[in-house]
């Protein structure tokens, strides 16, 4: 149970993190995940209704869903009652990994330090979130910590976009990527489940196009291709910078 969803995260390539504030909006949010191709969810639980949130979304057929900022036990045993398949937590926690292990329930705990990679690596975990990735130095950092630790995969979250994406999953020991970029607040907010359906297809699209399982410590994207791109809020930006971003990173 635990390998098969570890193969199905890595399949998909990415994991939204959703912060939803109100869990009546939780079957649309479902809905248009899976419109967008994009079925698997990390639903934080850092909002007074997120299990209910959680519960909603795990009912969907479709949909592979997880909890995220677990801490504890009790919590991990409320996710995985309300329907959770994995537990995120955002950082190594011995009880809670053993737990979940115990239940045979996949746990990707946070890490980003050698110390916290070597405690995860000992207790038997394959795979840590890197978070936050952006803030602890991105993909050098990720590359040094490959060094002493290389079978670890890696799921880096947290300032990650639709137009670093390519570069970290195109690295073979990236498991997968995690954020908010497809499934924003402001446009849960304004229950702009049209827009979150087309950010999910865009980054669906861009992770087909991405060759992945390459040292890619040479590439960086060209940012001067993606004209157009931040110019706009609206989606039809996105879909567009699909198609230049692709071209930036993999066309030389
Ligand atoms: C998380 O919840 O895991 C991170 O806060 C997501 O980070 P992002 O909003 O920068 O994508």
Redesign the pocket.
């Known amino acids: 149970m635990s390998l098969e969803v570890l193969n199905r995260i890595e399949t998909l390539g990415v994991v939204p ?1 959703i ?1 939803l504030g109100d869990s009546s909006l939780a079957a649309d949010l479902a809905a248009a995940l899976y419109e967008g191709g994009l079925p698997c969810a990390e639903v ?1 639980l850092r909002t007074p209704s997120a299990l209910e949130t959680l519960q909603e979304m795990a009912r969907h057929p479709g949909l592979l869903i997880g909890a ?1 900022t677990v801490m504890n036990i009790a919590q991990a045993q409320q996710a995985i009652a309300a329907g959770a398949k994995f537990i995120v937590s955002p950082g190594v926690d011995e009880s809670l990994i053993r737990f979940c292990m115990e239940q045979n329930i996949l746990i990707i705990p946070g890490a980003c330090t050698p110390t916290e990679v070597m405690l995860a690596t000992n207790l038997g975990v394959p795979c840590i979130k890197f ?2 990735c952006d803030a602890f130095g991105g993909m050098p950092v990720l590359k040094a910590l490959n060094g002493p630790f290389p079978n670890m995969r890696f799921m880096p ?4 976009s639709l137009e670093t994406t390519p570069e970290f999953l195109a690295y073979k020991p990236v498991l997968a990527v ?4 497809m499934v924003k607040r402001e446009w849960l907010e304004a229950e702009r489940f049209d827009i979150i359906a087309e950010a999910c297809a865009a980054t669906m699209a861009i992770i087909k196009q991405t060759k992945r399982g390459v040292d890619t410590s040479n590439r960086v994207p060209k940012l001067g291709k993606m004209s157009g791109f931040g110019k706009d809020s609206g989606l039809s930006a996105i879909s567009k910078a699909t198609v230049s971003i692709h071209e930036a990173f993999m066309g030389e």
Request: glycine residues 36%.
């Open positions: 993190a912060v934080t995220g978070f936050p979250t947290g300032g990650i995690g954020g908010t970029w």
